[in-house]
């Protein structure tokens, strides 16, 4: 039993910032990758972005310069720090780790940015 808790999200205003953070239930060093993914209305869902074991770490053209995933191991949680929000930026934001074969999703918490 693994479990993932997304939370942080919330209403902003264009351009501000919000901080998610997702708790795991056991070390994150269990996990090959942990990342972040969002699925905006009518929309499938998208990486956002994800960050290795070793600590690499990857972005989507469209949160370059803006998104910054980062991870405290002695807490067991992955944050994603989300600045210059834009109302495109608004979805429901998951959490996912996976380790082949396992992969697992967070609840999801809603981010929405108003104009």
């Known amino acids: 039993q693994v479990q993932l808790v997304e939370s942080g999200g919330g209403l902003v205003q264009a351009g501000g910032s919000l901080r998610l953070s997702c708790a795991a239930s056991?070390?994150?060093?269990?996990?090959?990758?942990m990342g972040w993914y969002r699925q905006a209305p009518g929309k499938q869902r998208e990486l956002v972005t994800t960050i290795s074991r070793e600590g690499s770490t990857n972005y989507a053209d469209s949160v370059k310069g803006r998104f910054t995933i980062s991870r405290d191991n002695a807490k067991n949680t992955v944050y994603l720090q989300m600045n210059s929000l834009k109302p495109e930026d608004t979805a429901v934001y998951y959490c996912?780790?996976?380790?082949?074969?396992?992969?697992?999703w967070g609840q999801g918490t809603q981010v929405t940015v108003s104009s």
């Open positions: 056991r070390t994150i060093f269990s996990f090959n990758n």
């Open positions: 996912n780790a996976n380790s082949w074969p396992s992969n697992y």
